[in-house]
């Protein structure tokens, strides 16, 4: 299935060899140097959308609490008189401001559709047919319905017709079809300045390896309700007893979760994720696996090496590392163990998974009913959502999905005002200027490490709007009756794309996201900072608003992102988007004792089971890092832009009070429990309300804002505050 996110995936190169990656565990599958600032969720329908006012500087001051002290709740005092007056709709798993946004840019786009939708179709330009052909195969289900399983025959029958693990290992390395073996073209985190192939293995079908590792009540529900959605799958395939099939291929997903898969937290450490494989060791790792054919069918033969994210760490590395049992107990058998799989179990099963995987990526150009199984596994079951996104919002992530970019220049070209990209790039050098100062005066850092640091942070690459050269997608044909041909097809124009980079200059123009997207990123071998024209307005920015509210919310997000060159991953890169240690033992042991405090802040917000249920401060260090340096030199940069001003009070609200009050409103959102729950396993990112309070309470300038004492709940002795950045 093509859904915005995976288009974003596909950007970014995380292709399974067969095409599009899983969508389910895509996101697993976004390299570790893309760090993404909100994990995208489903949004919900127009009609109960809830709205934001922003008043007339930024921030509607009547919302704020008459109830909720600063100092007693700061995420409450600013958001919570706006969550009681918009109840979680029924359309939605989650909703805050990153949905609002991303509302807007769905309708903002389809009413560019709806123009291109009208026109004759015989006048339509062949751009213009194909984004008007991808979208409009999308939403007639009438004719979806009748076609059936039709469209689908050639690739169940391919997959019914490979009866050995040669044959099944040569359709995994065919576009359009899934595959438990990933692979893509990247810039070399080692040496970036060429490309090179990733390897990895996934295999899961549900969304984390936790959820087969559950014993609870829940867990066992959860459990018995997606064999009965493969056994769904598998019978509309044809199976004579699909209930079986299920169970096989269950155990096989299990067997995976236990013994081959890692956790997240291990998977975000660069140091484990980066090993360099010759082919002859990948043969000698593969047994009858036949690894050297496959990855030449998909064009990856050619790479210089392979980098294999997830091969156990030898008896030295454990030691370099300090890696502790606890630590290693997560770290499953990785690729290797992978390969062990796919020759010992039955072609049979791998046949059943390659089936249900095809037919559940692609359940949205499928039948309604495959298109409602999903959704009740996945949205109703796991996210707690209660009814589907609608169809005609799916459709705008379908067409972008395919061609995004050409969407893109006429969203830009409607909706990006060029004074805003000016506007960005004052606020840019500004906090740029801040994290050079920060450097200067942190005491914990030496000499050496400055310099560097100093280095890296002059090679920062900001980007702004969109790319000057967005994609054509020369090629890529689509047709007007048949929507699975044409989600296989953007698959595979992405993944030639994708590895037609081998030997290739290295493309810094290329972007990860299109312009209408609500996010942004920091890539770590290219050390650039990226921010789509869709989040380049309210709650985040307007050339309207108080400088404050700019600064502390905007700001806050570029000095996140900045921030992501310097936590505890992406520090592991130099000036270049070398992945080397630049740093001395000192400082990088300075810096540790730091992050270990702010792990154990984290690591005591437990929203769930009466405290039972706590966020992982390991797991989301690097986003927690981002938001804390992200908000202090936020701060500073807005000094920097208003020194020798006098600042007014509006609505009796200082500049210093505002400036936090925009941050909080930035992560204004509510959310299911089932989804908030996914989200404890899956997310790297904090829950919302963490990233308010959590960060605020380390910064002395709240305190002295707010006027906020040891008798305040939110209170922290300065000896307790975290202060990296």
Same mark, same amino acid.
């Given at each position: 299935?093509?859904?915005?996110?995976?288009?974003?995936?596909?950007?970014?190169?995380?292709?399974?060899?067969?095409?599009?990656?899983?969508?389910?565990?895509?996101?697993?599958?976004?390299?570790?140097?893309?760090?993404?600032?909100?994990?995208?969720?489903?949004?919900?329908?127009?009609?109960?959308?809830?709205?934001?006012?922003?008043?007339?500087?930024?921030?509607?001051?009547?919302?704020?609490?008459?109830?909720?002290?600063?100092?007693?709740?700061?995420?409450?005092?600013?958001?919570?008189?706006?969550?009681?007056?918009?109840?979680?709709?029924?359309?939605?798993?989650?909703?805050?401001?990153?949905?609002?946004?991303?509302?807007?840019?769905?309708?903002?786009?389809?009413?560019?559709?709806?123009?291109?939708?009208?026109?004759?179709?015989?006048?339509?330009?062949?751009?213009?047919?194909?984004?008007?052909?991808?979208?409009?195969?999308?939403?007639?289900?009438?004719?979806?319905?009748?076609?059936?399983?039709?469209?689908?025959?050639?690739?169940?029958?391919?997959?019914?017709?490979?009866?050995?693990?040669?044959?099944?290992?040569?359709?995994?390395?065919?576009?359009?079809?899934?595959?438990?073996?990933?692979?893509?073209?990247?810039?070399?985190?080692?040496?970036?300045?060429?490309?090179?192939?990733?390897?990895?293995?996934?295999?899961?079908?549900?969304?984390?390896?936790?959820?087969?590792?559950?014993?609870?009540?829940?867990?066992?529900?959860?459990?018995?309700?997606?064999?009965?959605?493969?056994?769904?799958?598998?019978?509309?395939?044809?199976?004579?007893?699909?209930?079986?099939?299920?169970?096989?291929?269950?155990?096989?997903?299990?067997?995976?979760?236990?013994?081959?898969?890692?956790?997240?937290?291990?998977?975000?450490?660069?140091?484990?994720?980066?090993?360099?494989?010759?082919?002859?060791?990948?043969?000698?790792?593969?047994?009858?696996?036949?690894?050297?054919?496959?990855?030449?069918?998909?064009?990856?033969?050619?790479?210089?090496?392979?980098?294999?994210?997830?091969?156990?760490?030898?008896?030295?590395?454990?030691?370099?590392?300090?890696?502790?049992?606890?630590?290693?107990?997560?770290?499953?058998?990785?690729?290797?163990?992978?390969?062990?799989?796919?020759?010992?179990?039955?072609?049979?099963?791998?046949?059943?998974?390659?089936?249900?995987?095809?037919?559940?990526?692609?359940?949205?150009?499928?039948?309604?009913?495959?298109?409602?199984?999903?959704?009740?596994?996945?949205?109703?079951?796991?996210?707690?959502?209660?009814?589907?996104?609608?169809?005609?919002?799916?459709?705008?992530?379908?067409?972008?999905?395919?061609?995004?970019?050409?969407?893109?220049?006429?969203?830009?070209?409607?909706?990006?005002?060029?004074?805003?990209? *000016? $506007?960005?790039?004052?606020?840019? !050098?500004?906090?740029?200027?801040? +994290? /050079? =100062?920060? #450097? &200067?005066?942190?005491? %914990?850092?030496?000499?050496?490490?400055?310099?560097?640091?100093?280095?890296?942070?002059?090679?920062?690459?900001?980007?702004?709007?969109?790319?000057?050269?967005?994609?054509?997608?020369?090629?890529?044909?689509?047709?007007?009756?048949?929507?699975?041909?044409?989600?296989? *097809? $953007?698959?595979?124009?992405?993944? !030639?794309?994708?590895?037609?980079? +081998? /030997? =290739?200059? #290295? &493309?810094?123009?290329? %972007?990860?996201?299109?312009?209408?997207?609500?996010?942004?990123?920091?890539?770590?071998?290219?050390?650039?900072?990226?921010?789509?024209?869709?989040?380049?307005?309210?709650?985040?920015?307007?050339?309207?608003?108080?400088?404050?509210?700019?600064?502390?919310?905007?700001?806050?997000?570029?000095?996140?992102?900045?921030?992501?060159?310097?936590?505890?991953? /992406?520090?592991?890169? &130099?000036?270049?988007?070398?992945?080397?240690?630049?740093?001395?033992?000192?400082?990088?042991?300075?810096?540790?004792?730091?992050?270990?405090?702010?792990?154990?802040?984290?690591?005591?917000?437990?929203?769930?089971?009466?405290?039972?249920?706590?966020?992982?401060?390991?797991?989301?260090?690097?986003?927690?890092?981002?938001?804390?340096?992200?908000?202090?030199?936020?701060?500073?940069?807005?000094?920097?832009?208003?020194?020798?001003?006098?600042?007014?009070?509006?609505?009796?609200?200082?500049?210093?009070?505002?400036?936090?009050?925009?941050?909080?409103?930035?992560?204004?959102?509510?959310?299911?429990?089932?989804?908030?729950?996914?989200?404890?396993?899956?997310?790297?990112?904090?829950?919302?309300?963490?990233?308010?309070?959590?960060?605020?309470?380390?910064?002395?300038?709240?305190?002295?804002?707010?006027?906020?004492?040891?008798?305040?709940?939110?209170?922290?002795?300065?000896?307790?505050?975290?202060?990296?950045?």
């Amino acid at each position: 299935m093509i859904r915005k996110a995976t288009f974003l995936l596909a950007s970014t190169a995380a292709l399974a060899l067969a095409g599009a990656a899983h969508a389910q565990n895509a996101q697993d599958q976004v390299p570790a140097d893309i760090e993404l600032l909100q994990e995208q969720d489903d949004a919900g329908a127009e009609a109960s959308t809830p709205t934001m006012s922003f008043g007339t500087w930024g921030v509607d001051s009547d919302l704020l609490s008459d109830t909720i002290e600063p100092g007693e709740d700061f995420f409450g005092y600013v958001n919570q008189e706006w969550l009681d007056a918009n109840p979680l709709p029924s359309e939605y798993s989650r909703f805050g401001a990153f949905n609002l946004l991303r509302e807007k840019s769905t309708n903002d786009v389809a009413a560019l559709m709806d123009e291109l939708v009208e026109k004759p179709h015989d006048t339509l330009s062949d751009d213009e047919r194909r984004i008007v052909d991808m979208h409009n195969a999308f939403l007639d289900t009438d004719a979806i319905d009748t076609a059936g399983l039709v469209p689908a025959y050639p690739y169940l029958g391919a997959i019914a017709e490979a009866t050995s693990l040669d044959k099944l290992a040569t359709l995994w390395s065919t576009s359009g079809y899934p595959s438990p073996i990933s692979g893509y073209v990247s810039v070399d985190a080692k040496q970036p300045d060429r490309y090179v192939a990733y390897l990895g293995s996934g295999g899961l079908g549900m969304p984390d390896r936790d959820y087969y590792l559950d014993d609870s009540e829940k867990g066992r529900e959860i459990q018995a309700k997606y064999k009965e959605y493969l056994a769904m799958l598998l019978g509309e395939a044809g199976y004579a007893d699909p209930a079986a099939a299920a169970e096989a291929v269950y155990a096989m997903e299990d067997r995976i979760a236990r013994t081959i898969a890692w956790d997240r937290t291990a998977r975000r450490n660069r140091d484990l994720t980066y090993n360099a494989l010759s082919m002859d060791e990948l043969k000698a790792m593969s047994g009858d696996f036949p690894v050297a054919s496959a990855l030449a069918t998909i064009g990856l033969d050619e790479s210089p090496i392979f980098v294999v994210g997830n091969m156990p760490p030898t008896d030295e590395e454990i030691e370099e590392l300090g890696l502790t049992q606890e630590q290693l107990a997560n770290i499953g058998s990785g690729m290797p163990g992978m390969m062990q799989l796919l020759n010992d179990t039955p072609v049979a099963t791998l046949q059943a998974w390659t089936i249900k995987e095809f037919l559940s990526d692609h359940s949205d150009v499928l039948p309604t009913k495959f298109d409602e199984a999903n959704f009740a596994f996945y949205g109703k079951l796991l996210r707690g959502q209660p009814e589907q996104r609608p169809r005609w919002k799916r459709a705008i992530d379908h067409a972008e999905g395919g061609l995004g970019e050409l969407i893109g220049a006429s969203y830009v070209e409607r909706y990006f005002p060029p004074e805003n990209k *000016a $506007a960005m790039e004052e606020l840019v !050098e500004n906090l740029r200027t801040a +994290l /050079g =100062q920060s #450097i &200067d005066e942190i005491a %914990w850092m030496g000499e050496e490490t400055k310099a560097k640091a100093h280095e890296k942070l002059s090679t920062f690459d900001p980007k702004i709007g969109y790319r000057d050269n967005l994609e054509t997608y020369e090629g890529l044909e689509v047709t007007a009756d048949n929507p699975l041909a044409n989600s296989i *097809a $953007a698959g595979t124009w992405a993944l !030639e794309d994708n590895v037609s980079k +081998l /030997g =290739q200059p #290295i &493309d810094r123009t290329e %972007w990860f996201m299109l312009p209408q997207t609500v996010n942004a990123y920091y890539n770590s071998t290219k050390n650039e900072i990226v921010f789509p024209a869709a989040i380049l307005q309210q709650p985040f920015f307007a050339l309207t608003n108080d400088p404050a509210v700019n600064y502390g919310a905007i700001g806050g997000v570029i000095g996140h992102e900045m921030g992501h060159g310097f936590d505890d991953q /992406g520090s592991k890169s &130099d000036a270049s988007g070398a992945l080397r240690n630049w740093w001395t033992d000192e400082d990088r042991a300075n810096f540790d004792a730091r992050t270990d405090a702010l792990v154990a802040q984290y690591d005591g917000f437990c929203p769930l089971d009466d405290g039972e249920t706590c966020v992982n401060g390991r797991f989301t260090l690097g986003e927690n890092i981002g938001d804390l340096g992200g908000l202090s030199l936020a701060y500073r940069a807005y000094k920097i832009a208003t020194e020798g001003q006098d600042v007014p009070v509006i609505d009796g609200l200082t500049g210093d009070q505002r400036f936090f009050i925009a941050w909080a409103q930035v992560w204004r959102s509510q959310q299911r429990e089932d989804n908030y729950r996914q989200r404890l396993r899956t997310d790297p990112h904090s829950p919302e309300e963490y990233r308010t309070n959590g960060v605020v309470r380390n910064l002395g300038e709240w305190y002295e804002a707010f006027g906020i004492t040891e008798d305040d709940p939110m209170y922290l002795p300065p000896e307790e505050r975290v202060r990296i950045w």
